[in-house]
């Protein structure tokens, strides 16, 4: 049945022209009374319109729809308990920045809205023109230019406002963000009041949040029907609340429309042009550099350049400080835990599997501290309106550009945040290819394998090769999209508004906060998730045993070369038979120790007759001159290495041979004949199947796999000089393995979060494509460096 009567809501500032237009609406025929339980006058007319009788209320003028005046409460009680069919807003065109930030009000309500830009003259006087398609397709509802005083426009205004009432839309709340610790806060009570089946359906839950941290009285008190839940909201508010005072120094309410007229500021920027120009503030004037359409990508480049710089620069000695403690942690725990499963799964398990991800603490902590400083500044919210010219042309909205950032699109972020960051996407299409190359970014999870691999086989040049892998995986996310947008995604493009907040200095204790939260959530990381999935990949690695028979031939074979060693001749002399042989082991071992405990070995009153062998095989090894003649000591040092060389070499066969026997092994043993391809090996394999889990575990299991490999794991050298000494790894393989590992399966948090954002069907998508992608790609990178000689 067609709707005959309509009601309309007519708001706008003060000043707006909002009482002109309302008396040129329905002239004589108003009413003058007061809203109920208040003072405040009420106006209220009828009218008649291409058949529909119209009731027009007029709002009390206002700047926003907080609890701080009467006028505010009235209008805001009217709207959620009256719910008129259309709300116009009177917008001052002349004064737009200001005017919005009611209309964003009325957006983040959800109420079917209509714009009446009025003033437009006066705009025009002023050098100011408005795009009203541009404006309209922005905000997402009818805009229409008005002069009220002339009485003009506003028959088109009533038709746009007819059109939207008979629509019958339900009111549809915008999603606006405000900064990742906000977002955080509304997401979870949101979740809070959802549970809760009491709850007034009339309130919007995100609105209800964002008055809750705003400390709206009036919304506090409504929600103190429920006592749980209000205890409950005003925990997380008051944590929120405080964070935000103790990093930005400001009041979340301040914060709060900061960003609202950030994002009105993004709109402007697109919607309105000035002939006339105006006085510019602080941050529009830094802007006309950093946002500059030729300068600002150059500067952006720099800066992030910068960044890689300073981070590897100055977390290199720190790094190198770290791995010598667990160098020497191993050698101690070594020294006094005896051979067996123990010390196996503490040295090689605990120490080089948790201790390879906790050796880039201090790498992961000023990359943090370098994106702190970018997002308290503002700057970060700079980098991705630029971004956002480049994403419409690859098929993704302007608002992916946060996504991708969140997901470590400077480096060190994660994917899941980065995947609930997609529910600011209005359209479906958009936010599911946004959800699909959200995984190629490369998260802090990516970074510890990549210092790892960089600090190996590219040491010179550590900066310029984060700074390549990261828009490597910025081309490549851009081009899935680009893809999956022109095949099964395919659909328009929508508007996209970017919030400019203003430029502020960072404080050093927000940075430093800022810094330690992310840092500590990598810590805490390792010391459970990683810590727990070392130890089931170590048990992996290490059961089941080799066969007795084989372990049998190994020892036979190092018996073998004893017994030989101990055939020599001069050895003879020295070295009468095995236990004397297992005494030079140890007196050697003993020496060793020492020197690499104090740098030096004092043995005043050693007379044991064995020192001045152990002295000529430490000479030796270390490629001193032993002495003009060499003596009997000298050439039994000499032998000694050649049996200790030997020995190594069994030793290794046999760890070899008995992590191919375990478990991971064999998985990775099945995996070769694909990998081979690629450059990867068994272990390597192991390692990126514990990756699915989690990427920090790839290191963890590298570090464990060639720790097991080796044949005195307490003794070898940290991951990249393991990696580095190996025979089957070289630039080319580690290049491979970084696209590799850039560009497959999305880690298991992340591809539950892409299930619940959209569906299990994608989730799986994902895991597909990325897998092929990552293969395709890292095969035609290893074949064609192959061809070119560089994998030699």
């Keep these: 049945m067609k709707k005959q009567k309509i009601t309309i809501a007519l708001s706008g500032n003060p000043n707006s022209g909002k009482t002109t237009a309302f008396n040129a609406l329905t002239g004589a025929r108003q009413h003058i009374a007061n809203y109920?339980?208040?003072?405040?006058?009420?106006?209220?007319?009828?009218?008649v319109h291409k058949g529909y009788d119209i009731d027009v209320v007029d709002l009390p003028g206002t700047y926003s729809l907080t609890a701080y005046s009467l006028e505010e409460l009235v209008a805001r009680d009217f709207l959620v308990n009256e719910r008129p069919d259309v709300v116009v807003d009177i917008v001052d065109a002349s004064n737009l920045d200001r005017n919005l930030y009611l209309a964003l009000l009325f957006k983040e309500m959800g109420v079917p809205l209509v714009i009446a830009l009025n003033m437009v003259d006066v705009?025009?006087?002023?050098?100011?023109?408005?795009?009203?398609?541009?404006?309209?397709?922005?905000?997402?509802?009818?805009?229409?230019?008005?002069?009220?005083?002339?009485?003009?426009?506003?028959?088109?205004?009533?038709?746009?406002?007819?059109?939207?009432?008979?629509?019958?839309?339900?009111?549809?709340?915008?999603?606006?963000?405000?900064?990742?610790?906000?977002?955080?806060?509304?997401?979870?009570?949101?979740?809070?009041?959802?549970?809760?089946?009491?709850?007034?359906?009339?309130?919007?839950?995100?609105?209800?949040?964002?008055?809750?941290?705003?400390g709206d009285t009036q919304i506090l008190d409504i929600m103190q029907a429920d006592p749980d839940m209000s205890s409950e909201i005003t925990e997380i508010c008051s944590k929120t609340n405080k964070h935000i005072m103790r990093t930005l120094e400001e009041e979340t309410e301040g914060i709060i429309a900061d960003h609202r007229y950030g994002y009105i500021a993004g709109i402007t920027k697109k919607a309105v042009k000035r002939k006339i120009q105006s006085r510019l503030n602080l941050s529009?004037?830094?802007?006309?550099?950093?946002?500059?359409?030729?300068?600002?990508?150059?500067?952006?480049?720099?800066?992030?350049?910068?960044?890689?710089?300073?981070?590897?620069?100055?977390?290199?000695?720190?790094?190198?400080?770290?791995?010598?403690?667990?160098?020497?942690?191993?050698?101690?725990?070594?020294?006094?835990?005896?051979?067996?499963?123990?010390?196996?799964?503490?040295?090689?398990?605990?120490?080089?599997?948790?201790?390879?991800?906790?050796?880039?603490?201090?790498?992961?902590?000023?990359?943090?501290?370098?994106?702190?400083?970018?997002?308290?500044?503002?700057?970060?919210?700079?980098?991705?309106?630029?971004?956002d010219r480049v994403l419409r042309w690859f098929g993704l909205h302007g608002n992916s550009v946060m996504?991708?950032?969140?997901?470590?699109?400077?480096?060190?972020?994660?994917?899941?945040?980065?995947?609930?960051?997609?529910?600011?996407?209005?359209?479906?299409?958009?936010?599911?290819?946004?959800?699909?190359?959200?995984?190629?970014?490369?998260?802090?999870?990516?970074?510890?394998?990549?210092?790892?691999l960089i600090a190996a086989f590219f040491t010179g040049n550590k900066a310029r090769m984060m700074f390549i892998f990261t828009l490597l995986s910025w081309a490549f996310a851009l081009f899935a999209a680009k893809m999956i947008r022109s095949t099964l995604l395919r659909g328009p493009k929508t508007p996209?508004?970017?919030?400019?907040?203003?430029?502020?200095?960072?404080?050093?204790?927000?940075?430093?906060?800022?810094?330690?939260?992310?840092?500590?959530?990598?810590?805490?990381?390792?010391?459970?998730?990683?810590?727990?999935?070392?130890?089931?990949?170590?048990?992996?690695?290490?059961?089941?045993?080799?066969?007795?028979?084989?372990?049998r031939s190994f020892d036979a074979e190092r018996g073998r070369v004893r017994a030989s060693f101990l055939a020599i001749p001069e050895v003879?002399?020295?070295?009468?038979?095995?236990?004397?042989?297992?005494?030079?082991?140890?007196?050697?071992?003993?020496?060793?120790?020492?020197?690499?405990?104090?740098?030096?070995?004092?043995?005043?009153?050693?007379?044991?007759?064995?020192?001045?062998?152990?002295?000529?095989?430490?000479?030796?090894?270390?490629?001193?001159?032993?002495?003009?003649?060499?003596?009997?000591?000298?050439?039994?040092?000499?032998?000694?290495?050649?049996?200790?060389?030997?020995?190594?070499?069994?030793?290794?066969?046999?760890?070899?041979?008995?992590?191919?026997?375990?478990?991971?092994?064999?998985?990775?043993?099945?995996?070769?004949?694909?990998?081979?391809?690629?450059?990867?090996?068994?272990?390597?394999?192991?390692?990126?199947?514990?990756?699915?889990?989690?990427?920090?575990?790839?290191?963890?299991?590298?570090?464990t796999a060639y720790s097991l490999g080796e044949s005195a794991p307490e003794k070898s050298g940290f991951l990249s000089e393991r990696l580095k000494k190996d025979p089957g790894w070289n630039p080319l393989t580690a290049f491979t393995l970084i696209i590799f590992i850039m560009l497959y399966v999305p880690c298991f948090v992340t591809l539950i979060s892409i299930g619940r954002e959209s569906s299990w069907g994608w989730a799986g998508f994902s895991m597909i494509f990325n897998l092929f992608s990552a293969y395709l790609v890292s095969l035609v990178v290893y074949q064609v460096g192959l061809s070119l000689g560089l994998g030699i």
């Design 572 to 703: 003879k002399s020295l070295i009468r038979d095995e236990k004397t042989l297992q005494a030079l082991d140890t007196l050697l071992h003993e020496y060793q120790e020492t020197v690499r405990r104090d740098g030096v070995h004092k043995d005043e009153g050693d007379d044991h007759p064995l020192k001045p062998v152990v002295r000529s095989i430490l000479s030796l090894k270390e490629n001193k001159k032993v002495g003009d003649k060499e003596g009997i000591e000298q050439r039994v040092a000499l032998s000694y290495l050649i049996l200790e060389k030997e020995m190594n070499a069994i030793n290794g066969r046999e760890q070899e041979a008995q992590l191919k026997a375990t478990i991971a092994g064999r998985v990775g043993q099945k995996l070769e004949p694909l990998t081979r391809r690629i450059g990867f090996d068994y272990r390597t394999n192991i390692a990126l199947v514990g990756g699915f889990a989690a990427k920090e575990v790839i290191v963890s299991t590298l570090g």
């Design 496 to 551: 996209f508004v970017m919030e400019l907040p203003p430029y502020r200095l960072p404080t050093l204790k927000g940075l430093l906060i800022h810094t330690w939260e992310r840092t500590w959530q990598y810590v805490k990381k390792a010391g459970t998730i990683i810590l727990g999935l070392s130890i089931i990949l170590w048990a992996m690695m290490t059961f089941p045993r080799l066969p007795e028979q084989e372990i």
């Design 123 to 214: 705009a025009q006087i002023r050098g100011i023109e408005v795009d009203v398609d541009v404006l309209s397709t922005l905000l997402d509802v009818p805009v229409v230019p008005t002069v009220a005083r002339a009485n003009k426009g506003l028959d088109e205004v009533l038709d746009r406002a007819i059109e939207v009432a008979l629509s019958e839309r339900k009111w549809k709340p915008v999603i606006i963000s405000y900064g990742a610790d906000i977002d955080e806060s509304l997401e979870k009570i949101e979740d809070v009041i959802k549970k809760r089946n009491g709850y007034d359906t009339k309130y919007p839950p995100r609105w209800l949040g964002l008055k809750c941290l705003e």
């Design 284 to 387: 529009d004037r830094i802007d006309k550099i950093l946002t500059n359409r030729m300068m600002g990508p150059l500067i952006m480049m720099v800066i992030l350049y910068v960044i890689y710089e300073f981070t590897f620069t100055v977390s290199e000695d720190p790094v190198n400080r770290l791995e010598e403690v667990f160098a020497l942690l191993k050698g101690s725990v070594s020294s006094f835990i005896p051979e067996g499963y123990l010390k196996s799964l503490i040295v090689s398990g605990v120490i080089d599997g948790v201790g390879s991800v906790l050796g880039f603490v201090p790498l992961i902590m000023f990359m943090f501290f370098s994106i702190a400083i970018m997002e308290d500044s503002g700057y970060m919210a700079r980098v991705a309106y630029m971004l």
């Design 403 to 452: 996504a991708l950032i969140i997901s470590g699109g400077i480096s060190g972020g994660c994917a899941v945040p980065g995947v609930m960051a997609t529910r600011t996407l209005r359209d479906p299409k958009e936010r599911i290819a946004t959800l699909l190359v959200v995984p190629f970014m490369n998260c802090g999870a990516k970074l510890p394998i990549f210092a790892v």
């Design 36 to 47: 109920p339980g208040v003072t405040v006058e009420k106006k209220y007319g009828r009218l």
